[in-house]
């Protein structure tokens, strides 16, 4: 009885899921071929004429504290018996604390170096030390050192300098940034 009296209904569904599947199965494979679709010939060509990868030799100084890069000396190599590897090993030695990694198409000199980049040298940021509003090189969240400890007290501040210091939003690009802050804040002594 249903069949009687929807049967164009369903028959027209039924013809356009099959549809439906067979435009997703030509659209999926024209924007998606395959490799196995492609001729034998084409994928030889493509083997073959791969170039072999350069090989990079870096020299970099890695700065503890902010985690920033430093690159001393890059040179690309066509081959990895061409590097200069004995004038590179002279150059930043072990002894001297540089460390060698390599990978399939680097090797890299790092130094690791306990202090700021120069980048980050002139950056501060405010954090509380000992119930007071202190001033710290470097970027938020760095490790940068202490560099002083102002008499603006936490307890006098605003809660949302409060809030923001002890989240570690307050940052400046500079010194002259940090002391106009500071005056703005100088009245909470």
């Known amino acids: 009885m249903i069949w009687q009296k929807y049967k164009h209904i369903i028959i027209a569904f039924g013809l356009t899921g099959m549809l439906s599947l067979l435009i997703m199965f030509i659209a999926t494979d024209y924007y998606y071929p395959s490799s196995a679709n492609k001729p034998?010939?084409?994928?030889?060509?493509?083997?073959?004429?791969?170039?072999?990868?350069?090989?990079l030799l870096v020299a970099q100084k890695y700065y503890t504290f902010?985690?920033?890069?430093?690159?001393?000396?890059?040179?690309?190599?066509?081959?990895?018996?061409?590097?200069?590897?004995?004038?590179?090993?002279?150059?930043?030695?072990?002894?001297?604390?540089w460390i060698l990694s390599k990978t399939s198409d680097m090797i890299v000199y790092s130094l690791p170096v306990n202090e700021l980049c120069p980048a980050d040298r002139v950056k501060r940021?405010?954090?509380?030390?000992?119930?007071?509003?202190?001033?710290?090189?470097?970027?938020?969240?760095?490790?940068?050192?202490?560099?002083?400890?102002?008499?603006?007290?936490?307890?006098?501040?605003?809660?949302?300098w409060k809030?923001?210091?002890?989240?570690?939003?307050?940052?400046?690009?500079?010194?002259?940034?940090?002391?106009?802050?500071?005056?703005?804040?100088?009245?909470?002594?």
């Open 163 to 189: 809030r923001k210091i002890a989240n570690n939003q307050v940052d400046f690009s500079n010194e002259q940034e940090l002391l106009q802050a500071l005056d703005s804040l100088d009245e909470y002594h």
């Open 40 to 55: 034998l010939q084409y994928q030889e060509k493509k083997d073959l004429t791969e170039k072999k990868q350069d090989v």
């Open 66 to 97: 902010c985690g920033h890069f430093e690159e001393k000396e890059a040179a690309s190599y066509p081959a990895m018996e061409q590097l200069p590897l004995e004038e590179f090993k002279k150059k930043y030695s072990a002894e001297d604390g």
């Open 125 to 160: 940021h405010l954090s509380f030390k000992d119930g007071y509003v202190a001033v710290y090189q470097g970027l938020v969240n760095s490790s940068g050192p202490l560099l002083r400890i102002t008499s603006i007290k936490k307890e006098n501040l605003p809660d949302d």
